[in-house]
């Protein structure tokens, strides 16, 4: 049997020809997996030709404060290109705006996420690869071969998984997202490599991420976090975690542009804490993507994006008539 790769593998289909004229917006293929709610589109050649240049971007290095480690590339997308993936990403993702409860003085208490988001990828205990095929004369099957989902399997043994082994189904990375991870690891270029990838869609200056570090143990030791901005310019806060010498530092600031990558590694997430804080202002009414890649080492890190991340609420698509993100009816 031919080996593919698992990035050959998903499926890839031409969309229902129409009477309308092709434009360079048409998507040409999907990806499908039976784990999304709709398939999603790969990058037309009008985005994927240009973002390939990324690879060579040169960043700044920024470690002038006690534990701090960060890339700044500045920008890392040129700007029509930032523009283009801004509106192809928030056209074409699944998002959820999440809800869930915690115990907050002993009360149990809502919290309502307040962005949208959404998340694919699984811990390093797994990976998704294509299913073995009994023979050779089942690739001659083109069709076999196109419609057949990955599945996700035991990186040691490639048995497949229990369906018990996560709360939530675990996503592969679309072929849109997983095009962009192949580029920014080579434009990193420190061996940094990731598995999931988180996307946040702030509507507006309402929108926000509070101060929080992304330290948690299912990431490892001095985790590497790859975070990319398109569409508004937000600010990005970094203050140091409290000290026994005291708290009152000024935070670091950083005007994060449409196009830019801040790479948080080393000891930083360990000792900083991040923010988007809400803002008023002329650029607060337009819509903001982040995407964050990261690399999660056990099995606890699928269950925890998933949850928080998915959840268990309705599926949201950007709605280009209404120009908003709305809720599009099913489950997730
Ligand atoms: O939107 C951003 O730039 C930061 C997002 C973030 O910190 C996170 O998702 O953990
Ligand atoms: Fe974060």
Not at 65 to 75: A, N, R, V
Not at 101 to 111: D, F, S, V
Not at 278 to 293: D, H, P, Y
Request: proline residues 10%.
């Amino acid at each position: 049997m031919a080996k593919r790769t698992i990035d050959s593998f998903y499926k890839r289909v031409s969309p229902p020809q129409s009477k309308k004229p092709k434009t360079e917006e048409t998507p040409l293929s999907f990806t499908h997996h039976p784990s999304y709610p709709h398939p999603i589109a790969a990058l037309p050649p009008s985005i994927a030709n240009p973002l390939a240049s990324i690879r060579d971007a040169q960043p700044k290095t920024i470690a002038n404060q006690p534990h701090l480690d960060l890339l700044y590339f500045h920008p890392l997308i040129p700007s029509p290109t930032a523009r283009d993936l801004f509106q192809f990403l928030r056209r074409e993702l699944p998002f959820y705006r999440v809800q869930y409860t915690i115990r907050r003085g002993g009360q149990p208490t809502q919290i309502n996420n307040p962005r949208f988001t959404t998340v694919f990828g699984i811990d390093a205990t797994s990976q998704f690869i294509p299913p073995t095929r009994p023979d050779a004369t089942a690739i001659a099957d083109t069709d076999a071969i196109t419609t057949a989902p990955s599945i996700p399997v035991d990186t040691k043994t490639h048995n497949p998984i229990s369906p018990t082994k996560y709360q939530y189904t675990p996503r592969p990375i679309p072929e849109c997202l997983d095009t962009l991870r192949h580029h920014i690891e080579a434009a990193i270029g420190d061996g940094s490599t990731y598995n999931f990838c988180l996307v946040n869609y702030y509507a507006s200056g309402n929108d926000s991420i509070s101060y929080h570090s992304d330290d948690e143990r299912f990431l490892g030791a001095n985790p590497s976090i790859a975070s990319i901005s398109l569409g508004a310019q937000r600010d990005f806060l970094m203050r140091h975690k409290p000290t026994q010498a005291g708290s009152n530092q000024q935070p670091v600031k950083f005007g994060l542009a449409s196009g830019d990558m801040v790479v948080m590694r080393g000891e930083t997430q360990a000792n900083w804490l991040h923010s988007i804080p809400k803002r008023k202002g002329s650029e607060a009414q337009m819509g903001r993507i982040n995407i964050t890649f990261r690399k999660a080492v056990v099995s606890g890190g699928t269950d925890n994006y998933y949850t928080y991340n998915v959840g268990k609420g309705p599926v949201c698509r950007w709605d280009e008539r209404e120009g908003k993100m709305c809720q599009s009816g099913g489950g997730t």
